[in-house]
């Protein structure tokens, strides 16, 4: 238990740290912007890259992960949008950011760090195919059932061009296609550009980890809304579970993919969730309030299911073709 401990405080404790020192200091949201875009714009699409150039390229096009990961985390979004669309009588737009609460992992500030802390560098390629082909779907998902709602006055021409936009120009997607195509060609960068990327990949993971409890700590729960435990149960436990047994079910994976899945799939929600309500001004106090109660209750769960990961408590298939 002591060597599980060692492995989740270092990256709670900086998400702890960054929670503290923002309650500390007082310092207003706009101060955490040039972090952020340093994160997003720099230091993760420099570990992304740098990761994935050094893969065999054979090892990227694994669909059958890439397809069972995805259509767990969409069954997710789909049990919540359904329990939210009942309970609001047909609200489309808080059932959408409901759905993306239980559904929308924190698999860009959270996900690398911890992923590659406890299986290693063998992680890192189902981590960026995860984060790609989750976020396309996310990308996709919320604007257009948001117009559906009647909350994005898009025409359809320019609301598809926005998608669309919005997957190819992300950063971490730039990048993962970088770093896909050095891994295609064998091309490796210049020593010193080599040496730079290495000290923005070695910033990621702390950098990001203390911008998410700065972000944690900028935004105060005044109520408790009654619709967090849903998304709490569904996020925190059942999705991990239907990771498991979805990626069992369609195919062999080594132990670090299947695991990396299972444990992105327990992260709690992302912070890109109260951006989205943003927005479109919807359940947006809540949507902050759903990030904070996970990412508390994420501190019990992902330490349970990492208990259970290193201590060989969990077989890797449990359904192994033999």
């Known amino acids: 238990m002591s060597d599980v401990v060692g ?55 694994e669909w059958s992960f890439i397809a069972g990961s995805v259509l767990s985390t969409y069954i997710m979004f789909a049990l919540m949008f359904l329990i939210a669309t009942i309970r609001t009588r047909g609200n489309v737009a808080e059932s959408t950011i409901q759905g993306l609460s239980a559904a929308y992992g924190n698999i860009g500030y959270m996900g690398p760090g ?13 981590v960026a195919l995860i984060f790609c082909f989750e976020n396309i779907m996310h990308f996709a998902v919320a604007p257009t059932l948001m117009a559906l709602a009647g909350d994005d006055p898009r025409r359809a ?30 091309v490796r960068p210049p020593v010193p550009v080599e040496q730079l990327l290495e000290y923005l990949a070695r910033a990621a993971a702390p950098c990001a980890l203390f911008a998410m409890g700065v972000t944690l700590a900028l935004r105060p729960i005044r109520r408790m809304p009654r619709e967090l ?44 969730v109260f951006v989205i309500a943003q927005q479109y001004g919807v359940w947006v106090e809540r949507a902050s309030a759903s990030i904070l109660v996970t990412t508390i209750g994420s501190v019990v769960t992902v330490t349970a299911l990492l208990f259970l990961i290193t201590g060989e408590l969990l077989p890797p298939d449990l359904f192994p073709s033999g």
């Open 229 to 272: 435990l849903p998304i709490t149960v569904i996020k925190l436990i059942i999705h991990p579970i239907i990771c498991y047994l979805v990626l069992s079910w369609v195919g062999d994976f080594s132990p670090v993919w299947m695991f990396s899945a299972v444990l992105l799939a327990a992260l709690p929600t992302a912070t890109n």
């Open 157 to 186: 021409s320019r609301l598809l061009y926005d998608v669309v936009r919005k997957i190819v120009l992300h950063p971490f997607i730039i990048a993962t296609a970088i770093g896909v195509s050095a891994a295609y060609f064998e």
């Open 114 to 126: 911890l992923a590659l802390l406890v299986f290693g560098d063998q992680a890192a390629v189902p």
């Open 7 to 61: 492995l989740v405080l270092p990256l709670f404790g900086l998400i702890f740290l960054g929670f503290l020192v923002a309650r500390i200091t007082r310092q207003p949201a706009e101060a955490l912007g040039w972090m952020n875009t340093f994160v997003i714009y720099l230091a993760l699409p420099a570990l992304f890259f740098q990761l994935l150039a050094k893969t065999p390229f054979e090892k990227l096009s």
